[in-house]
T-cell receptor, first 114, second 114 residues
Framework: DTEVTQTPKHLVMGMTNKKSLKCEQH?????MYWYKQKAKKPPELMFV???????INESVPSRFSPECPNSSLLNLHLHALQPEDSALYLC?????????????FGSGTRLTVV | KNQVEQSPQSLIILEGKNCTLQ??????????LRWYKQDTGRGPVSLTI?????NTKSNGRYTATLDADTKQSSLHITASQLSDSASYIC?????????????FGSGTRLQVQP
């Protein structure tokens, strides 16, 4: 298995809703990442997990809450989002945290906040 | 500040034609450079990865070049197909920061027309 699987593919939520995005990989990668991508813009790093521990939080608002239950799973819990949070949310993984390891990206979750 | 500039921003070509996309970077110290293909609403997929000592790398109809002296890279697509329509993103990694080290270009949006 050489894929990163993200669910759901599409999500529409109200500003008072609570929802979660899920990411799964079975490549034995020990680093996992969340990126946010707005239309026609490059991905922006949000969080990095290394060996199931939060390694980087790029000053992301607390309405986004990451969780890494085990080495294969990465969740992003969403609460009280704003319309400007609508974007494509990408999960990625790599063998280890660091720049010399290839990143495998998931297909993303298209989030719309109404 | 590390930056990656891509040109052109968008490109329309006819099916069967060749094209070349450009990437200029100021990332230092350089570690590697990756080209990704991203279909609309999907995650980036790696095409090539090049390190400092590599000048050319091919992946099927995709050929990437790297000039580490001038800090330029190009992606040449041969005999384009309709399925090549996508955004092509250049991503440059710094060598030793370990963290916050990927710099994404804004991408070139390629449209291949019949």
């Amino acid at each position: 298995d050489t894929e990163v699987t993200q669910t759901p593919k599409h999500l529409v939520m109200g500003m008072t809703n609570k929802k979660s995005l899920k990411c799964e990989q079975h490549m034995g990668h020990r680093a996992m990442y969340w990126y946010k991508q707005k239309a026609k813009k490059p991905p922006e790093l949000m969080f990095v997990y290394s060996y199931e521990k939060l390694s980087i939080n790029e000053s992301v608002p607390s309405r986004f809450s990451p969780e890494c239950p085990n080495s294969s799973l990465l969740n992003l819990h969403l609460h009280a989002l704003q319309p400007e949070d609508s974007a494509l949310y990408l999960c990625a993984s790599s063998q280890e945290e660091g720049v010399d390891y290839g990143y495998t990206f998931g297909s993303g979750t298209r989030l719309t906040v109404v | 500040k590390n930056q990656v500039e891509q040109s052109p921003q968008s490109l329309i070509i006819l099916e069967g034609k060749n094209c070349t996309l450009q990437c200029n970077y100021t990332v230092s110290p350089f570690s590697n450079l990756r080209w990704y293909k991203q279909d609309t609403g999907r995650g980036p997929v790696s095409l090539t990865i090049m390190t400092f000592s590599e000048n050319t790398k091919s992946n099927g109809r995709y050929t990437a070049t790297l000039d580490a002296d001038t800090k330029q890279s190009s992606l040449h697509i041969t005999a384009s197909q309709l399925s090549d329509s996508a955004s092509y993103i250049c991503v440059v990694s710094a060598m030793d920061t370990g963290r916050r080290a990927l710099t994404f270009g804004s991408g070139t949006r390629l449209q291949v027309q019949p």
